[in-house]
T-cell receptor, first 110, second 113 residues
Framework: KQEVTQIPAALSVPEGENLVLNCSFT??????LQWFRQDPGKGLTSLLL?????REQTSGRLNASLDKSSGRSTLYIAASQPGDSATYLC?????????FGPGTRLSVLP | EAGVAQSPRYKIIEKRQSVAFWCNPI?????LYWYQQILGQGPKLLIQ????????DSQLPKDRFSAERLKGVDSTLKIQPAKLEDSAVYLC???????????FGSGTRLTVV
């Protein structure tokens, strides 16, 4: 059974810092991994999708890496801004559907 | 392209009442999912449809929850009767294929009092 964990559970940083969010999964047989952002009371917005054959994906200030053999993915956010404050979730695609981690709640202080 | 549409955005009901949620996926997406997200947790899969057939409903509490996807497009999720622990955000998502990612709707926040 695929289990997904995320560390830290919550993070508070001053504006301008670079930061790393971590996602770990127990079964390395995955199709792809997706990072999402969720604002309070809202749905999920897709940030990055990494296929199992890829090692990283970049979009603007975001960079996500994938190491299937160790069961880990990281989301790197450069030069954080208060608008980045949200919960970040990773989801691992086993083929049929995704299994989600519990999320990391990020607060970027002005 | 238009996103995944969900309604209503919010719903407050008393326990033991019934409620229904509606989802319209992205055009052409064969796979549709309903997830339940309790506050502070990641989304949990309730049911997955491929066209109008059910692929996975192993975590759907079938004594009170039901879902259908008529004609392989729109879907409805129903709870009858509701319990206090059903208070959550109900998320609908669709996917174009195995190698693609999810697209989520904005969710329905249900409060059972």
């Amino acid at each position: 059974k695929q289990e997904v964990t995320q560390i830290p559970a919550a993070l508070s940083v001053p504006e301008g810092e670079n930061l790393v969010l971590n996602c770990s999964f127990t079964d390395s047989a995955i199709y792809n991994l997706q990072w999402f952002r969720q604002d309070p009371g809202k749905g999920l917005t897709s940030l990055l999708l990494i296929q199992s054959s890829q090692r990283e994906q970049t979009s603007g200030r975001l960079n996500a890496s994938l190491d299937k053999s160790s069961g880990r993915s990281t989301l790197y956010i450069a030069a954080s801004q208060p608008g980045d404050s949200a919960t970040y979730l990773c989801a691992v695609n086993r083929g049929q559907n995704f299994v989600f981690g519990p999320g990391t709640r990020l607060s970027v202080l002005p | 392209e238009a996103g995944v549409a969900q309604s209503p955005r919010y719903k407050i009901i008393e326990k033991r009442q019934s409620v229904a949620f509606w989802c319209n996926p992205i055009s052409g997406h064969a796979t549709l999912y309903w997830y339940q997200q309790i506050l502070g947790q990641g989304p949990k899969l309730l049911i997955q449809f491929q066209n109008n057939g059910v692929v996975d409903d192993s975590q759907l509490p079938k004594d009170r929850f039901s879902a259908e996807r008529l004609k392989g497009v729109d879907s409805t999720l129903k709870i009858q009767p509701a319990k206090l622990e059903d208070s959550a955000v109900y998320l609908c998502a669709s996917k174009g294929g195995a190698d693609y990612g999810y697209t989520f709707g904005s969710g329905t926040r249900l409060t059972v009092v």
